[in-house]
C-alpha cells in the first residue's frame, strides 16, 4: 500500500448541497487516503443548512466548509486533482476547465436535495437520502484497491461506481 493521498475534486452547479457532502464524505471515509475538494461552476456562495445538518451527523467539521468557483482549483497553483467527479447533470454537461495533471473524471449523478419544496423535514428527508446514496458510492470507491489497478481499470470502477442507483 503506497502512501499516497488522492487529491478529488467533487463538482456541481451551485457547491451548497451535493458536491459539500461528497467532499466530507471523501474526507471522512476515506481514512486519510483522500483529499476531497468540492467546487461549482455558478456557486451559490453559501452552503445549505440542510447538508450542514446532515454533516453534522457524522461528526465532521463544517466551519470551513464554503461555496466556490471551480476556477480556483483551475489555476496554476491549486492542487494537481488525480480525480474529478460530477454530481449533478448540469456540471456534467457543461464546459470544464482543463486540469492540471489530467485527472481521471467521471459523473455520478444524484436528484438536487436543495430543489425539493416542502415543510423542512421533507427537505431534511430528502438529504438524508441522497446523503446516504452519495456515502454509498463514496464508500464503493475509497474500498477499491487503487494501488493494484492501472488507469484504465479505476476507470471502469468510476464509471460502474457512477451508474443509476438502484431503486
Known sequence: MSNKVFNILILCT???????????????????????YS????????????????????????ENLRSKSWEEFAQPDAP?????????????????????GAPLSAHWGFEDPAAVKGSDEEKRAAFRTVFDQIRKRVSRFVDLPLDNLDQGAVKRELDKIGEPLPE
Not at 457547491?15 to 466530507?24: D, G, H, K, V
Not at 467546487?39 to 463544517?62: E, M, R
Open 14 to 36: 451551485g457547491n451548497s448541497a451535493r458536491s459539500i457532502m461528497a467532499e466530507a464524505l471523501f474526507n471522512t471515509l476515506g481514512n486519510g487516503c483522500f483529499k476531497a
Open 39 to 62: 467546487a461549482g461552476s455558478h456557486p451559490t456562495g453559501k452552503v445549505n443548512p440542510f447538508a450542514v445538518d446532515q454533516l453534522k451527523t457524522i461528526g465532521y467539521a463544517t
Open 80 to 100: 494537481q486533482m488525480d480525480f474529478v467527479i460530477t454530481v449533478c447533470d448540469n456540471a456534467a454537461g457543461e464546459v470544464c476547465p482543463i486540469w492540471p
